[in-house]
């Protein structure tokens, strides 16, 4: 299947300063990707859509201004934390879906490996 | 909107014995389901979907998935579990309604899978 790789695996910050999680398509494009955030034993939840060329789409209680998302390419999106806060260290998960023939109809995200967040 | 519910948190199991992790969804519209494998550390893999047709789903590593409309149930099967089968599985459904629900992936809380030799 499609693979989508995510930078950096494990990433520890001091309180106050930023990070940037980046997620690729490696061998498709994808005009769509999807970031979301996994607490330890709970499930994930959808936290924005990242669309290519547009502004990203937040669910309902994401700050916009924490959490900034940009899709510069077809095939990189990047989640920036700012000023992270020990609240916010989580495992950050992003998926893609196949932009070619993908529609709705294929149904399949594919996802990256994650991004371990610890916030000292 | 649509939910999803995963019955048991955590499911401990004897090596080769048969296992059924279970899915239960609510919607307004149609939708389709998954469910995908997480290892340890990991991100998602899936394990197979259902999106129209025979309601008995056949995936990897020998799990196979049964659609049942009328209970919205969306269980999970293996007839012999591997210790290599330990992980975190998780149903999911994606909407087919309009608007801003369309395309979305809504996840279940999970269920441990634990296989003990």
């Known amino acids: 299947g499609a693979v989508v790789s995510q930078h950096p695996s494990w990433v520890i910050c001091k309180s106050g300063t930023s990070v940037k999680i980046e997620c690729r398509s490696l061998?498709?494009?994808?005009?769509?990707m999807f970031w979301y955030r996994q607490f330890p034993k709970q499930s994930l939840m959808l936290m924005a859509t990242?669309?290519?060329?547009?502004?990203?789409?937040?669910e309902q209680g994401v700050e916009k201004d924490k959490f900034l998302i940009n899709h510069a390419s077809l095939t990189l999106s990047t989640l920036t934390v700012t000023s992270a806060h020990p609240e916010d260290s989580s495992f950050y998960i992003c998926?893609?879906?196949?932009?070619?023939?993908?529609?709705?109809?294929?149904?399949?995200?594919?996802f990256g490996e994650g991004s371990r967040l610890t916030v000292l | 909107a649509q939910s999803v519910t995963q019955l048991d948190s955590q499911v401990p199991v004897f090596e080769e014995a048969p296992v059924e992790l279970r899915c239960n969804y609510s919607?307004?519209?149609?939708?389709?389901l998954f469910w995908y494998v997480q290892y340890p550390n990991q991100g998602l893999q899936l394990l197979l979907k259902y999106l129209s047709g025979s309601t008995l789903v056949k995936g990897i590593n020998g799990f196979e998935a049964e659609f049942n409309k009328s209970q919205t149930s969306f269980h999970l099967r293996k007839p012999s579990v591997h210790i290599s089968d330990t992980a975190e599985y998780f149903c999911a459904v994606i909407s087919l309604a309009g608007g801003t629900s369309y395309g979305k992936l809504t996840f279940g809380q999970g269920t441990i899978l634990t296989v003990h030799p």
């Open positions: 061998d498709f494009q994808a005009t769509t």
């Open positions: 919607s307004s519209v149609s939708v389709y």
């Open positions: 990242s669309n290519e060329g547009s502004k990203a789409t937040y």
């Open positions: 998926s893609a879906r196949d932009q070619v023939g993908s529609g709705i109809n294929t149904g399949e995200l594919f």
